[in-house]
């Protein structure tokens, strides 16, 4: 079991190590950090049943083996910056303008310095070494905290580092949030912390005492808006598949559906359908579908919701039953609840999915923008008109156009937030840069 303890003397004995180590770090080349990822690359691969057993503890993920999805996405994102790495470190060279030429104008690519890596609990392992790819890869140290709630998946991620890694260039120290709060005392050259953004604006505050630079992968409401003519089973799998992953434990979730006036039965009969292919069996719910809700407190949450948008006239169109001794919620489908309630005003953050009719696309750029800018929005469209409309009215971290959640495992397109969903960008080159500092160097002749 996980103790609180907190051994101040002991993380700041690990952080002026690394502190020490950053211009050894930042000397090394393209090869040395190549080599460093290989042997993470190797470890996580040896590990990888050991992974999917975890998560299954940890959160009920279904058994995967050795192709979780989790170990899976970070080797995808270690292959694809072994192979770039070289050009990425590469000094950029700049024209220099008229009235300087002759002089020689560069961007060199330096690290950070000492980064702290706070884990979240709903990807623990995927979206603890994702991050820790490009913090390598840009030459930077690292202190990793694991989340506290997957105790089996924070004692292998900790395994994991302490096999692979010196302390000096990463290491990692287990605990709740009190050993959060002791680290963040410390003047780190960077945070990346992902999770809510009530979490996320603590770990900024904390950071701002140090005037420290933060990546933030927070979350909202991501909303997906299905125009008047795509295919009604189509759109019911694609919002299906991406709600109801994870047990909707996830950031990108579909949050809520904007569904013209005059389909909504339509598409809510599809969703009802697709619920029962996935999660039913003659009608009985199968739990190990189903990842569980976290814990007992985020259960209470989450059925609180459906409760209170209940009472103010929403209508719970199928599920809404939950089982807290087995932290189940069966996914469940609530048609038009108010603006004012939480199932629309919070990131849900479980298998609950609101279905809101619309007129046009005032209404969805009104409601869209009432919650803040989302981390994602998908758009369900055949129509390049409606979808460049959809994309002028709403702003978001990241789109996905007739799908959900896949611009995320383009390894080569940005991923992140904004303002309230996040800020930063991380994956292939982009985290490269994110975890640089771009050093402007004017030399003259």
Same mark, same amino acid.
């Given at each position: 079991m996980q103790q609180d303890r907190v051994d101040r003397d002991e993380i700041k004995r690990v952080?002026?190590?690394?502190?020490?180590?950053?211009?050894a770090l930042k000397a090394t080349t393209v090869a040395q950090r190549s080599e460093t990822l290989l042997r993470l690359r190797a470890a996580i691969v040896a590990r990888a049943e050991d992974a999917d057993a975890a998560l299954h503890a940890d959160l009920g993920k279904p058994r995967m083996g050795a192709q979780h999805f989790e170990v899976q996405a970070v080797l995808a994102d270690i292959d694809e910056t072994l192979e770039h790495l070289a050009e990425w470190m590469a000094p950029q060279i700049i024209e220099p303008s008229p009235r300087f030429a002759g002089n020689e104008t560069f961007i060199m690519y330096e690290p950070r310095g000492v980064v702290l890596l706070l884990g979240p609990w709903n990807f623990p392992f995927g979206l603890t070494f994702e991050p820790l790819v490009p913090i390598i890869a840009a030459g930077n140290s690292a202190i990793v905290k694991p989340n506290e709630l997957q105790p089996a998946t924070s004692r292998l991620i900790a395994q994991i580092i302490r096999d692979v890694f010196d302390e000096s260039q990463v290491a990692?120290?287990?605990?709740? &949030?009190?050993?959060?709060?002791?680290?963040?005392?410390?003047?780190?050259?960077?945070?990346?912390?992902?999770g809510s953004p009530a979490v996320g604006k603590r770990v900024m505050a904390a950071a701002a005492q140090h005037l420290t630079s933060v990546t933030l992968e927070l979350g909202g409401k991501c909303p997906v808006i299905v125009d008047d003519e795509f295919p009604t089973d189509q759109a019911a799998a694609i919002i299906a598949g991406s709600r109801f992953f994870n047990g909707g434990q996830i950031c990108l979730a579909a949050d809520y559906v904007f569904a013209p006036r005059a389909r909504v039965g339509e598409l809510t009969e599809a969703l009802s359908r697709q619920i029962d292919e996935m999660f039913y069996i003659d009608g009985v719910f199968q739990p190990g579908r189903f990842s569980r809700i976290v814990d007992a407190r985020n259960h209470a949450r989450v059925?609180?919701? &459906?409760d209170e948008a209940r009472a103010r006239g929403a209508t719970v169109v199928r599920g809404g039953r939950g089982d807290v001794s087995s932290l189940s919620i069966e996914p469940t489908l609530v048609l038009d609840p108010p603006a004012g309630t939480r199932l629309m005003l919070d990131e849900i953050f479980g298998p609950v999915l609101p279905i809101v009719s619309y007129d046009n696309l005032d209404d969805?750029?009104?409601?869209?923008?009432?919650?803040?800018?989302?981390?994602a929005v998908y758009i369900l469209s055949n129509s390049r008109a409606f979808v460049d409309e959809a994309l002028l009215r709403t702003s978001s971290g990241g789109v996905t156009v007739n799908g959900a959640m896949t611009h995320i495992s383009e390894t080569r397109l940005p991923f992140g937030g904004v303002n309230s969903s996040g800020m930063g960008r991380y994956r292939g080159h982009a985290g490269f840069l994110e975890l640089s500092n771009a050093r402007s160097v004017f030399r003259h002749a």
């Open positions: 952080f002026e190590l690394q502190r020490r180590n950053r211009t990692v120290f287990e605990g709740g &949030i009190p050993v959060a709060e002791a680290l963040q005392e410390l003047p780190f050259d960077h945070v990346f912390f992902t059925m609180d919701s &459906i969805v750029e009104a409601q869209v923008d009432a919650t803040g800018k989302p981390l």
